[in-house]
């Protein structure tokens, strides 16, 4: 049982560069999310998803596309990727809170920089 | 999601009972307290959460006050190896997709 696994953690790219972060996990859960955090700051919501085939937006999406296909995988691209978009990424995931309350489980990050 | 506010660091003594305030005057019948961690920028760690009542686990242990608007998180014999971000997270029961967090407290254990 792995958990939350994202990859790469670490990542260097030029401006306008595109590529997709990858996360996965092994534990059957239906959400799936990605944060930032920068430096100094607590975690901000990119996208979310509730299930396959269902995704949504959180309080920072502009410059992020995601998609859930499967489950197990919740892959974040940035299309273009500009300076503003260094950061830390972490994705997690949790089952539904059918109103007991669930622990979310969080990737290691991948650690971006965009130069 | 109802605001929160945490000091922004405390020190504990190794050994000792490390007490975490966090202020959630706005809260909603229907959001839960959690608290997690991040240990030197590695992924947040769940600690403990609750409603209305007081909860333990083997981490640690949430005091709610009864009128909900503030609680504490007790580390009951501190370690070097507590020394992390504390960060108290109001949410609304059904909505654990979205965790908004602040910056939390930074707790520093000393030997």
């Known amino acids: 049982n792995a958990g939350v696994t994202q990859t790469p953690k670490f990542q260097v790219l030029k401006t306008g560069q595109s590529m997709t972060l990858q996360c996965a996990q092994d534990?059957?859960?239906?959400?799936m999310s990605w944060y930032r955090q920068d430096p100094g700051m607590g975690l901000r919501l990119i996208h979310y998803?509730?299930?396959?085939?269902?995704?949504d937006q959180g309080e920072v999406p502009n410059g992020y596309n995601v998609s859930r296909s499967t489950t197990e995988d919740f892959p974040l691209r940035l299309l273009s990727a500009a300076p503003s978009q260094t950061s830390v990424y972490f994705c997690a995931s949790s089952y539904p809170d059918r109103g007991q309350g669930t622990e979310a489980f969080f990737g290691q990050g991948t650690r971006l920089t965009v130069v | 999601d109802a605001k929160t506010t945490q000091p922004p660091s405390m020190d504990c003594a190794e050994g000792r009972a490390a007490n975490l305030p966090c202020n959630h005057s706005t809260i909603s019948g229907n959001e839960y307290v959690y608290w997690y961690r991040q240990i030197h920028s590695q992924g947040p760690q769940y600690i403990i959460h609750g409603l209305k009542n007081n909860e333990t686990n083997e981490m640690a242990s949430l005091i709610i006050t009864e009128d909900r608007k503030s609680s504490t998180l007790i580390l009951p014999h501190a370690t070097l190896r507590d020394t992390a971000v504390y960060y108290c997270i109001v949410r609304v029961v059904g909505s654990n997709y979205k965790l908004t967090f602040g910056k939390g407290t930074l707790l520093t254990v000393n030997p």
């Open positions: 998803s509730v299930g396959a085939g269902i995704t």
């Open positions: 534990m059957n859960h239906e959400y």
